[in-house]
């Protein structure tokens, strides 16, 4: 494994290039979600609904390649709007007359859904509420009626209700099923266990180790879905459930095999499992494999046994549950929701008064800035600070361009529509990509439509859109500041807190009988996705400031660590005898209850 000391920015430039190559699915994802945001325009321009471009914004962020997924989310999104316009109207109703009081109302607003953001599986949903919440609360400032006001809370309604239905009934039709994107992760797992058999000296393979801190939480996600809505059942959803589960241990087996091992019996499995995924794919009967011809071969006994499951898709064992709770044990207790919820809020008010006290509204993009860009370390913040401003200036140059050259000739909005697809499907290529580039496409779409999504119609006016670039860079600094100077989140608390939550993990299976450990299959995929969340928060480690950044000694114990409780998971997967575990050190203290701040998050992907 590469040594923290290696050059970041090589490395950082590899993985750049490793995140942007095509995957199975990434161009119609892609080309769905430049779709979705030109349909929504035509319809927002035509009924004269505001703000297009955040309601574009919401899809390419919200957007996953499980169509049941994206319908269950369009549907979840529009109902807590819509109680949520209920809540604004009496809000209205109260403050109308009363700026102070509308203040405070966005300030309780914010806090309360941003606390559930960061306390809760709610996640950043709640923060598009709070987002929304005071977006509309700002502008009561400009208009002095009860009526309209009430008319423009509906109008924001609709802001949000177009692109979400649009992305619901286009999923409906046109989007990818769980069950196809299952059989592809179970190919996909194939062809990644083949490539690892085959070049065993790449032991830090970028697309191997990503798909194991994955874990199989995504999957189970899919398999919900799929059984909730009877997508498929019987057999096939047998093998679904089966396969799924048999293909990650695979991965964990071929994980485990050392390097030097014989080339021959490694191309021989490799041959296999290229086989097996190519039966998958074309949903054809899985071929046999031949167990007996690896039995004198002890070391490549765990990789056959998960092959020779997976290609008879046995039953699976009960294993030992995995805690997933909706709602963090520590709620109440940990101060960390706390602090997130009053340092964004605290960000997003500081901007509101900044563009209200130089009256220049057309920034007041710095507002929504502070909602979508705040994470729960001050690494991860600055690293997705980092994709805003990288975006935002290519978003921003896209729309200049667009501004100067395409819109003059465009005469309808069916000619921006076009215009739209084409931009918006090449920042989704990015946006679709890995947790380490994937807001930079978000940003670049968000920027480039903020640029040219101005009134009703095609619109070359370029003060307003230098405002709204001007606004995200002010957000930006205001979180930058706020974030690395209250209250700030190292990196190395995140990395201590997830140590400790594997070690527990670790303890509740070592405690089990070898049958049981062997079946827990989900429990040590959880282990594997807290290991890849440390090994993310030792990248990310580099993006906090100088003075709390964690040293290269510190950062290479970090890698140490995740190494260690890779190689003790392993052990106590695959081997009856179970090793010693670890006693507490500095970098393992007691586990503490999950929480589900912001930074949770970059673990799915990461």
């Known amino acids: 494994m590469a040594t923290i000391a290696e050059s970041a920015l090589r490395r950082k430039s590899h993985r750049l290039v490793d995140d942007l190559r095509p995957f199975p699915g990434r161009l119609r994802l892609s080309l769905s979600i430049g ?5 929504s325009t035509v319809i927002s321009m035509m009924y004269h609904f505001p703000e297009a471009a955040i309601g574009c914004y919401l899809v390419i962020f919200l957007m996953r390649a499980n169509a049941a997924e994206n319908v269950v989310t369009g549907i979840g999104i529009i109902i807590a709007v819509s109680l949520v316009v209920v809540l604004l109207i009496g809000i209205i109703n109260l403050t109308i007359n009363h700026p102070p009081a509308q203040i405070a109302a966005i300030v309780i607003a914010s806090f309360i859904f941003l606390y559930l953001d960061s306390a809760t599986k709610a996640g950043e949903q709640a923060g598009i509420v709070a987002l929304v919440i005071a977006f509309v609360l700002t502008l009561l400032g400009n208009i002095p009626l009860g009526e309209i006001a009430t008319r423009a809370v509906l109008y924001a309604w609709a802001m949000v209700f177009v692109p979400m239905a649009v992305m619901a009934v286009y999923n409906l039709f046109f989007g990818i099923p769980p069950q196809k994107l299952l059989r592809q992760t179970i190919a996909e797992r194939l062809e990644l266990a083949a490539t690892r058999l085959e070049t065993p000296e790449a032991a830090d393979d970028l697309a191997f180790s990503d798909a194991l801190g994955e874990g199989m939480a995504e999957s189970d996600k899919r398999l919900l879905l799929t ?26 087996a071929v994980s485990a095999l050392p390097e030097d091992t014989d080339n021959e019996s490694r191309s021989a499995l490799a041959g296999f499992c290229r086989e097996m995924a190519e039966a998958v794919t074309a949903k054809q009967a899985l071929p046999a494999f031949d167990a007996q011809a690896f039995a004198g071969h002890a070391v490549f006994g765990d990789v056959a046994a998960a092959l020779d499951d997976l290609s008879h898709m046995a039953p699976l064992e009960k294993g030992a549950p995995v805690d997933d709770p909706a709602v963090s044990p520590d709620i109440f207790s940990n101060p960390v929701h706390l602090q997130f919820a009053l340092k964004t809020t605290l ?9 209200t006290a130089i009256d220049w509204q057309g920034i007041h993009t710095a507002m929504i800035t502070c909602y979508v860009a705040a994470l729960g370390t001050t ?9 805003r401003i990288t975006g935002c200036l290519i978003g921003a140059f896209f729309g200049l361009v667009a501004i100067l050259f395409v819109i003059p000739q465009l005469e309808s909005v069916g000619g921006l529509a076009f215009l739209i697809f084409g931009v918006v499907s090449l920042a989704a290529w990015v946006s679709t990509g890995n947790e380490r580039i994937s807001y ?9 439509l903020l640029t040219v999504l101005q009134g009703f119609g095609p619109s070359t006016d370029l003060s307003a859109a230098s405002d709204r670039i001007i606004g995200i860079l002010l957000g930006n600094a205001v979180v930058y500041v706020i974030f690395t100077s209250i209250w700030p989140v190292s990196v190395g608390d995140e990395v201590k807190r997830r140590v400790g939550l594997a070690t527990a993990k670790l303890k509740q299976l070592a405690g089990l009988d070898f049958d049981t450990r062997r079946a827990s299959t989900a429990l040590v995929a959880s282990v594997q996705s807290d290991i890849g969340v440390i090994r993310n928060a030792v990248e990310m480690a580099s993006y906090e400031p100088r003075h709390m950044r964690p040293s290269l000694e510190a950062r290479e ?13 392993l052990a106590l997967y695959f081997r009856p005898e179970p090793p010693p575990l670890p006693e507490p050190d500095p970098i393992t203290p007691a586990a503490e209850p999950a929480d589900f701040s912001r930074t949770a998050h970059t673990g799915e992907t990461s």
Do not use: M, P, W
């Open 347 to 355: 960000a997003a008010v500081t901007c509101f008064f900044i563009y």
């Open 557 to 569: 114990d970090y890698a140490g660590s995740a190494r260690a409780l890779n190689a003790l998971s």
């Open 379 to 387: 690494g991860d913040t600055v690293h997705k600070l980092v994709l």
């Open 227 to 252: 059984k909730l809505l009877n997508l498929v059942y019987g057999k096939d959803y047998e093998f679904l459930e089966r396969g799924q589960a048999h293909s990650y241990r695979l991965l964990l």
């Open 440 to 448: 930079g496409g978000v940003q670049i779409a968000l920027a480039f």
């Open 35 to 39: 779709a979705i945001c030109a349909i």
